[in-house]
């Protein structure tokens, strides 16, 4: 069974496709990791994916949902961890979890329940009450999943999750991702630029370049297209070796071209 479906998924800002008639899907329970380089449209395509923008064509179904007519259903559905952290820094961890399902409706007895049992999970229970600006860059990610996983997510995203963080941490995360994974069948959505996760986590992976998706497949069926031996040279063998800009970097430099164009 799928949970996301994806058809002729566009995204244009005047004649700019940022995300160009993309397709694929993703079942149920599984690890899917997203890639592209920098600018290749995946933050706009989990932007439309989780109701923050709204596509210029084709159709998305998340969970059985519309995320334009059903928004309020997919937001129920999936939890979502930014690459900038979205904790307050002025909170305990505790408050911020107890915020979190609040903000959820989630009633109180089974909301501080799942807080001990999901903070438990992420090792920080015994850090409950400290302030989360006191809270080392791997601690603050822990909390975030923590705080995702709160009501009970169908899908959790996850925007460059491990950006920044030590291996260990690394590591860890993922252990408990993939332990949650197994556990509750929690579909798990992420991109990321450390090809070695993705080789490692993902059962299947997109890769999306200017826009389209130019491969998919697992990470064996990737190496075997492009006949190399590791994600990474599968990676730069199908998108180049030229650093490229973000994408917002992107969208903003045509936007005061097209101005000074005067357009």
């Known amino acids: 069974m799928d949970v996301i479906k994806v058809e002729n998924l566009t995204k244009k800002f005047d004649d700019f496709a940022a995300v160009d008639h993309i397709s694929f899907d993703v079942a149920e329970g ?24 709204a596509p210029s064509e084709g159709s998305i179904e998340l969970n059985g949902y ?21 904790l307050d820094d002025e909170l305990t961890a505790f408050e911020n979890m107890e915020f979190h399902g609040v903000l959820y409706g989630i009633p109180k007895k089974v909301r501080r329940e799942r807080i001990k049992q999901l903070m438990e999970f992420v090792e920080l229970w015994d850090r409950k009450n400290s302030l989360v600006k006191e809270f080392s860059g791997g601690m603050k990610r822990r909390l975030e999943i923590a705080r995702g996983l709160l ?21 860890h995360m ?6 949650l994974n197994k556990a509750k069948r929690t579909t798990v959505f992420f991109t990321t630029h450390y ?30 297209q492009t006949k190399t031996e590791s994600l990474e040279d599968a990676f730069l063998a199908l998108t180049g070796k030229v650093i490229r800009e973000e ?17």
């Open 151 to 171: 009501h009970h997510p169908k899908v959790l995203f996850l925007d460059e999750p491990t950006l920044g963080l030590d291996p260990q941490t690394r590591n």
């Open 174 to 179: 993922w252990s408990y991702l993939q332990e």
């Open 66 to 86: 519309n995320p334009i007519n059903d928004s309020n259903a997919v937001r129920r559905s999936i939890g979502i961890i930014f690459q900038d952290p979205s």
């Open 30 to 53: 599984e690890i899917f990791a997203f890639l592209g380089p920098n600018g290749a449209g995946k933050s706009t395509t989990i932007k439309m994916l989780t109701t923050l923008l």
């Open 247 to 263: 994408e917002g970097s992107n969208l903003d430099r045509m936007r005061m071209f097209r101005k000074a164009r005067g357009k």
């Open 195 to 224: 090809m070695e996760e993705a080789d490692r986590v993902a059962k299947r992976i997109a890769i999306i370049d200017h826009g389209k998706i130019i491969a998919s497949g697992s990470s064996a069926e990737l190496k075997a």
